[in-house]
């Protein structure tokens, strides 16, 4: 079995389940250990760990709510003190909420930016600290702040913002030969992105792309393995997107 990322330690944000804990699996496949972060979902967190080590993979779960700076610190201090080093972080924990610019309320607002914004973010900030050297940042973006769709306009600010923090923080990571990356995904089919669509609305988005469906868990974890290997080493402060064609 090939096993590129042996020797790694993986830490991704929010991978008790969807996109992340396909992630988590992926990079666990190629020899890393890794971290399984989660807020509240404690057993998702732990079921995803099972199948990691009974595999013959590592991983472990570590709770914080990655809003708050005082627990993503302690996630880092665990994981060092656990693991003794972190190579690679994916910043996947984020939420979604769709709603017209005029109806969003402040603490729409707050909450949105505080999950998707703060928690990167101050996760980059822990990692530039404590990233062993050679290390990957991975942090997940959108499409949507590419095709304009209504509804998305908080959603897609938040994410605009976290491109353009990928894209300085490539830059003062230089030195440590670090690099940092963003990954924009389309639709991708997830439990939560299924949530309150109706079929014909998750067609109308399958027709979007040239592929004529939307996108897999599977297809994001890809792209992040692609990133994080030594074949992507010399690629740094760009965003990946991974949408099937759909924009970008």
């Known amino acids: 079995m090939d096993t ?3 020797g790694k330690i993986a830490l991704i944000t929010g ?19 890794v971290v399984i972060n989660y807020n509240q979902s404690k057993t998702k967190a732990q079921e995803v760990c099972s199948l990691i080590n ?8 570590i709770q ?22 972190i190579d690679i972080l994916v910043n996947n924990a984020g939420i979604l909420l769709t709603k017209p610019i005029e109806q969003v309320s402040e603490e729409e607002y707050d909450l949105l930016f ?5 928690s990167v973010f101050f996760a980059c900030q822990q990692a ?3 990233l062993s050297p050679g290390g990957r940042i991975i942090n997940i973006s959108t499409t949507v702040t590419k095709i304009m ?3 998305y306009g908080l959603y897609a600010a938040s994410k ?9 923080l490539s830059r003062e990571l230089g030195e440590k030969n670090i690099t940092v990356n963003a990954i924009s995904p389309g639709p991708v089919d997830t439990e939560l992105f299924r949530a309150g669509k109706s079929k014909e609305q998750i067609a109308q988005m399958a027709g979007m792309s040239p592929f004529n469906r939307i996108g897999t868990p599977a297809d994001v974890a890809g792209a992040v393995a692609l990133l994080v290997s030594d074949d992507a080493a010399w690629i740094t402060g760009q965003n990946l997107y991974v949408n099937g064609g759909i924009a970008g």
Do not use: Y
């Open 160 to 168: 605009g913002a976290v491109d353009q923090v990928t894209r300085v």
């Open 114 to 118: 505080a999950a998707n914004v703060k």
């Open 54 to 61: 009974t595999a013959g993979g590592k991983a472990i779960a």
């Open 4 to 6: 590129p990322l042996a």
């Open 128 to 130: 530039a600290k404590k």
């Open 149 to 151: 769709m209504p509804g």
């Open 64 to 85: 914080a709510d990655v809003r708050d700076v005082g627990q993503l610190e302690h996630l880092f201090d665990q994981t060092l003190e656990k693991l003794e080093k």
């Open 15 to 33: 991978s008790s389940r969807g996109i992340g804990r396909e992630i988590a699996c992926k990079l666990a496949q190629m020899g890393a250990a």
